[in-house]
């Protein structure tokens, strides 16, 4: 999934959620048409540590799993054969800042409506909407049941 292509760059956020797996395939259509790549990012943190009232937490991270895991995301997206043109990141931080700062020079930012912990009822994600106000380039938010 880490094939070299040059042109834009369209970055797309991934969470496992099905708002996620539409802009994953959004934004690798997307790719296709502008002949460009797509840096599938997915943030990981653990919880509490930047809170101090938070308490504690087992600070061990499998980030082989986590790994796996974002390459079954993307599998699980795409199908069986994902686009060549997909390099999967996997990278520790708030997701929101993780993805503004991924997005720096990009063609566009791609992301789901709402993530896996989003209130069903709200129109944007805290995430989705965090990166709306913050990014400087297009952002594109796709909604679960996009085709």
């Known amino acids: 999934m880490d094939t ?12 496992g959620s099905p708002s996620s797996h539409a802009a994953v ?13 797509v840096d599938a990012v997915a943030a990981w943190e653990l919880p509490g540590i930047e809170n101090w009232s938070a308490p ?11 790994r ?3 390459a079954e995301e993307l599998r699980a997206a795409l199908g069986a054969e994902p686009a060549g043109t997909v390099r999967a990141l996997l990278v520790r931080g708030h997701p929101a800042d993780v993805l ?13 409506s709402h993530g896996r912990h989003g209130f069903a009822r709200a129109l944007l994600g805290s995430v989705s909407q965090h990166i709306a106000q913050h990014a400087r380039c297009p952002v ?5 049941d996009a085709p």
């Open 25 to 37: 395939r959004w934004a690798v259509r997307y790719a296709g048409l502008v002949g460009g790549r």
């Open 68 to 70: 796996r895991r974002l």
């Open 4 to 15: 070299e292509v040059s042109g834009p760059r369209i970055v797309v956020g991934v969470d």
């Open 100 to 112: 503004l700062r991924a997005a720096e020079g990009a063609e566009a930012l791609v992301v789901g």
């Open 140 to 144: 594109v938010i796709v909604r679960a």
């Open 56 to 66: 504690p937490v087992d600070t061990d991270f499998d980030e082989e799993n986590a």
